[in-house]
C-alpha cells in the first residue's frame, strides 16, 4: 500500500466506476453524460488506466488536440481532468501538521522524511519502520500521531486541519470514516469545531458524506 495511488492498475473501469458512484460538485457533475461511450472512446486508443489518461492531461494543447482526434469534446475533457486530478493526494509538509512539536518535525526532517507520503510510504517496510521507531523510542505518542494523520491526508477533501478533527473523534484511518454513520460523524464534527475553533465556517453534511465515500475509495485500493 503506498500513500498514492497505483496508477498503472487503476483500470478505465475502475475509473467509470469511481465517477459513477461519486457524488460530484455541480461543476464536474456533466462528466457523467456519456461516460461509458466516451471512456470506450479512449479504451480503444489504447488508454487502459488512470497513468496512462494523466499523461494526456500534462500538456492542455496537447489534450485538446486528442479530444478533437477522438470525438471527445474539449470542455469534457477539461472536466474529466479536474475531477480525476483531484484524486491524486496533496504532498503535505510535515511541519503543516500544527499539532506536531517542532522537536519532532525537526528529527524527522534529519532522516530526510519532510512530507506525510514519505513517513507513510517507509512506515509499509519493516526495517524502515522499526528505523523510525528506533529513533522515537521516547516520542512514540506523537509519531504515531504524524502517521495516522498522512494515512488520512490520502483522502480527498481532507486538509490537515480536517484530519485533526478527524483523530480527535476517534477516525485513525480511512477505513473507520469510510464505516461511518454520516449524521453523527456530521454532528460531532461541528461540534468539535465550534468548541475549539479550528476553523471558522461550516462543513455541510453533504461535504461530510463525500469525504466518507472518498474514504471507501481510498480505503479499497
Known amino acids: 500500500m503506498k500513500y498514492c495511488l497505483n496508477e498503472v492498475d487503476y483500470t478505465i473501469e475502475k475509473i467509470v466506476h ?3 458512484n461519486t457524488d460530484l460538485i455541480p461543476s464536474i457533475e456533466p462528466i457523467k453524460n456519456n461516460l461509458e461511450q466516451n471512456m470506450n472512446i479512449l479504451k480503444n486508443k489504447g488508454i487502459d ?3 496512462e489518461l494523466r499523461k494526456i492531461f500534462k500538456n492542455k494543447n496537447k ?3 486528442f479530444a478533437k482526434e477522438v470525438g471527445i469534446d474539449g470542455n469534457y475533457m477539461i472536466l474529466l481532468r479536474r475531477e480525476i486530478e483531484g484524486w491524486i493526494p496533496k504532498i503535505i509538509k510535515i511541519k503543516e501538521l500544527k499539532t506536531i512539536s ?4 525537526e528529527m524527522l526532517e534529519k532522516m530526510d522524511i519532510n512530507t506525510v507520503d514519505k513517513i507513510f510510504n517507509l512506515w509499509q517496510i519493516k526495517n524502515e519502520e522499526e528505523k523510525i521507531l528506533k529513533e522515537f523510542k521516547n516520542e512514540l505518542n506523537e509519531l504515531e500521531t504524524v502517521f495516522k494523520m498522512s494515512d488520512l491526508s490520502r483522502i480527498r ?13 476517534g477516525y485513525d484511518n480511512p477505513k473507520k470514516i469510510s464505516e461511518a454513520n454520516v449524521e453523527k460523524l456530521y454532528k460531532d464534527f461541528d461540534k468539535l469545531n465550534i468548541e475549539k475553533r479550528y476553523f471558522k465556517g461550516k462543513i455541510g453534511l453533504r461535504d461530510i458524506n463525500r469525504v466518507i465515500s472518498e474514504a471507501k475509495f481510498v480505503s479499497e485500493n
Open 157 to 169: 477533501w481532507v486538509s490537515p486541519v480536517v484530519a485533526q478533527i478527524l483523530l480527535e473523534l
Open 49 to 51: 488506466n488512470l497513468a
Open 18 to 20: 469511481r465517477i459513477k
Open 63 to 65: 489534450m485538446a488536440d
Open 102 to 105: 517542532k522537536n519532532t518535525v
